[in-house]
């Protein structure tokens, strides 16, 4: 079955970079949207940007700053956020996400990955 596995979190300190994983397996996966989104402790999830799968364009909310990069790789079936200088505010749970079609629900989700930010 279709699934998508996130990896890449864990305990970083304030200044790091950060980089997450978001893998498809199990296809054939139809693959429009890849998105992340981000959900803090007693925040509500937020979309942080995506990429479309075929042709890479990448986008992000206004909600985050230059230090997020969304890029792919088609031959290994990822997409990967990255995040330099690494805020204590962006400590979250990352999910990715995927839609099948352009204007499609974000029809598959990640478990999550946790990312905790501490000296």
């Known amino acids: 079955q279709e699934q998508l596995v996130e990896s890449g979190g864990g305990l970083v300190q304030p200044g790091d970079s950060l980089r997450l994983s978001c893998a498809a397996s199990g296809g054939p996966f139809s693959l429009y949207n890849v998105g992340w989104f981000r959900q803090a402790p007693g925040k509500e999830r937020e979309f942080v940007g995506g990429?479309?799968?075929?042709?890479?364009?990448?986008y992000l909310s206004g909600s985050v700053d230059g230090r997020f990069t969304i890029s792919g790789d088609k031959a290994k079936n990822t997409v990967y956020l990255q995040v330099s200088s690494v805020q204590r505010e962006d400590a979250a749970v990352y999910y990715c996400a995927a839609t099948e079609y352009a204007g499609g629900p974000y029809a598959y989700w990640g478990q999550g990955t946790r990312v905790t930010v501490s000296s």
């Open positions: 990429l479309r799968w075929d042709n890479n364009d990448t």
